[in-house]
């Protein structure tokens, strides 16, 4: 069983930053990837980015490169997401997942644990 805790999110305005934060804590750790989702208002949940601990790569959607960074630390069970230059569009609420199986990084389905999200507001 993993435990995973987001926290972070907020009102910013249009341009602004925010830095996301997921500690996950249980005998599994934090499996062999963890990765962001977003459900916006109306929304099916997408995924925002991921990072896979054993290959040490980073994945993102299109509509985040270059403006998200994800990033971690394997023995501490965490991960972090810094959001720059965030957009009204990039409103949300942001979940943590850990993947402790095999599966499409990009993929809800893919996730074993969730996190309770935090929501993220953004203001034009």
């Known amino acids: 069983q993993v435990q995973l805790v987001e926290s972070g999110g907020g009102l910013v305005q249009a341009g602004d930053s925010l830095r996301l934060s997921c500690a996950a804590a249980?005998?599994?750790?934090?499996?062999?990837?963890m990765a962001w989702f977003r459900q916006g208002p109306g929304k099916e949940r997408e995924f925002v980015a991921g990072i896979s601990w054993f290959v040490g790569n980073s994945y993102y959607a299109e509509s985040v490169k270059d403006r998200f960074t994800i990033s971690g630390d394997n023995s501490k069970n965490a991960v972090f997401l810094q959001m720059n230059s965030l957009k009204s569009e990039d409103t949300a609420v942001y979940y943590c997942?850990?993947?402790?199986?095999?599966?499409?990084?990009?993929?809800?389905?893919?996730?074993?644990?969730w996190g309770q999200g935090t929501q993220v507001t953004v203001s034009s």
């Open positions: 997942a850990a993947r402790v199986g095999l599966g499409d990084m990009k993929s809800p389905s893919a996730f074993t644990y």
């Open positions: 249980g005998r599994s750790g934090s499996g062999n990837a």
